[in-house]
């Protein structure tokens, strides 16, 4: 690029929002720990592969790991080799890769309808999506996959300019690598604009068949891509794998799924949230959300798009928020043609009076968590439970600070004058807020999410010789914090005493609270909403066994994964 065109480009960035966007979601990206148990389960299935070398077949606790296909745990190790071995490494990453979302959305506007205003105003939308903000930095594979999900959609719009070839090329590109990084659902999340595309393209109503033979085309071209890598991991993983990467992965999920089962109306209670402050923002009159679609190609664009996508993700039974992100996009193109027609305004003033309620209630939280017991309604059972002496703790740990700015924003909101707010401070009001609650995330709850010490003695263990084992899964939490080079053991409660029998001279550890054990751990560190134990295994075998059969319930981090 020249220094021209470099200047316009941060220009145009700093004009829209999106430079104030990033610097606002930066220090999130650095300080925010990785969180369990999705976000270190991937840091140490990446950790894994940088030890082994073995960039074919993910693994993690020393098995192989089919839950994910590669393309994220590459991309982690490719940025650990310029920024070393750091959790804002991996985040910085995935930040960029927001990024890069939102100049592939703004292109994609511009290419679909030639209207700067439009497109500024569809960009502003995204970014100020509170959703989208939240997960901009997550190590999460949606984050990414909303980034291929639009390059292939580039490919749908030179198939609309007659530019067969190339846009052949950019959807394979993008359903491949979408496939690599979560599997065939990046079908669903882009593939509806090219079943729909004679609604929204006149080259699609010429040129039908052509259209339907090279969107066939275009999915092979996209499996051959993923299939680079799925045939020979499977050769290398063994049957079992191959199996669990073709099958389980896909078709289980879609049909029968075996984590996050949810009713079929279950996303229709979270989308408004997820897009806020927009659902609380935009008004216009019937006639504009009806005659959108008549009027704008780029409208249609988006409802083909994410519509019959949305549909598909209600039934199948597997369910979670982040499923979503892929689509919001398609969103943001919707509301911004609904505000470009007439009668349709910006009405911040509810949001500002949730981000008022919100900064208020987090800046009393210390307080309230410090004085809980005198305080009657916090005093009380929720349902079974009180709340947990380490939950108050956390709580009272959390800077006022916080929330004050949280309020303090929601103020701002409130004072805008006129019938019309701010699109871009409305946005930016909503990513600050993001902001603030993750960053008092971090320094609320960091202290208990952060098992380096645990990894550490388990190390040390594994590195003396000293047989350690995990009661029940643990889900990698410690390869990555401690380094760990040899895989951890996990030994069911049934199991339990017959290895410390075997083991007397081991350790267990766990952070599961559900175990009957009464033997006194020999250390006992903050973990979430719990402690993290380690016992001797002597100290197991002298104390009371309870009766065989009495198995407790599941623990909640004892579930499937994402």
Not at 128 to 152: K, P, R
Not at 277 to 289: D, K, S, Y
Not at 512 to 531: H, M, N, Q, V
């Amino acid at each position: 690029m020249t220094d021209n065109s470099i200047s316009r480009f941060l220009r145009s960035i700093a004009a829209d929002g999106r430079l104030w966007w990033l610097l606002l979601l930066l220090p999130v990206v650095l300080f925010l720990p990785a969180l369990p148990i999705d976000e270190t389960r991937y840091l140490a299935v990446a950790w894994e592969m940088r030890l082994h070398l073995d960039f074919l077949v993910p693994h993690l606790n020393g098995a192989p790991y089919s839950d994910k296909p590669p393309l994220l745990f590459w991309l982690i190790n490719f940025g650990w080799l310029f920024a070393g071995l750091h959790v804002w490494a991996v985040r910085l990453g995935v930040l960029a890769a927001s990024f890069a979302s939102l100049l592939l959305f703004e292109r994609l506007v511009l290419r679909l309808q030639p209207d700067a205003s439009l497109a500024r105003r569809a960009v502003i939308i995204l970014f100020g999506i509170v959703y989208f903000a939240i997960f901009s930095g997550a190590i999460m594979f949606d984050v990414l996959l909303t980034t291929f999900a639009l390059l292939a959609l580039h490919g749908a719009l030179d198939w609309d300019a007659l530019r067969w070839r190339r846009g052949l090329i950019l959807l394979a590109l993008g359903f491949g690598l979408g496939i690599l990084t979560k599997g065939p659902v990046v079908l669903l999340d882009a593939g509806f604009a090219l079943v729909f595309g004679p609604w929204w393209s006149e080259t699609a109503r010429a040129n039908k068949r052509r259209w339907y033979a090279m969107t066939g085309l275009a999915v092979l071209g996209g499996a051959v891509i993923a299939l680079a890598w799925a045939v020979p991991a499977a050769i290398m993983g063994g049957e079992k794998y191959a199996d669990a990467i073709f099958l389980r992965q896909t078709v289980d999920r879609m049909a029968n799924s075996f984590a996050h089962r949810r009713p079929v109306w279950w996303y229709f209670m979270v989308l408004p949230a997820m897009v806020l402050p927009w659902t609380l923002a935009v008004r216009a009159p019937w006639r504009a959300w009806r005659e959108s679609f008549h009027i704008s190609k780029s409208a249609r664009f988006a409802t083909a798009w994410a519509v019959p996508a949305f549909v598909a993700f209600c039934l199948v039974s597997g369910k979670q928020p982040h499923y979503l992100l892929p689509l919001l996009p398609a969103l943001a193109l919707y509301l911004a043609n609904l505000l470009g027609a007439d009668g349709a305004r910006l009405r911040g003033h509810l949001f500002g009076a949730l981000l008022l309620v919100a900064g208020l209630a987090l800046a009393a939280l210390p307080y309230l968590a410090a004085h809980a017991q005198g305080i009657a309604p916090l005093a009380r059972p929720i349902g079974e439970r009180h709340l947990t002496p380490e939950f108050l703790h956390v709580g009272a740990g959390i800077w006022p600070a916080w929330g004050a700015l949280t309020a303090c924003i929601g103020l701002l909101v409130l004072c805008v004058r006129g019938a019309h707010a701010s699109l871009r401070a409305l946005a930016l009001a909503s990513t600050a807020a993001v902001a603030l609650g993750m960053l008092a995330l971090a320094q609320g709850v960091g202290p208990y999410v952060d098992v380096s010490v645990a990894a550490t003695r388990i190390k040390h263990d594994q590195d003396s010789g000293r047989p350690i084992a995990h009661l029940a899964w643990h889900h990698g939490l410690f390869d990555f914090p401690g380094r760990l080079t040899q895989p951890l053991p996990k030994v069911d409660f049934g199991e339990l005493r017959a290895w410390c029998a075997a083991h007397p001279n081991g350790e267990i550890v766990t952070f599961y609270s559900k175990y009957p054990i009464t033997a006194k751990p020999e250390l006992k560190l903050p973990y979430r909403f719990g402690f993290i134990r380690f016992w001797r295994a002597s100290d197991l075998l002298a104390m009371p066994w309870p009766a065989r059969g009495q198995a407790p319930a599941m623990d909640l981090d004892d579930a499937p994964e994402d």
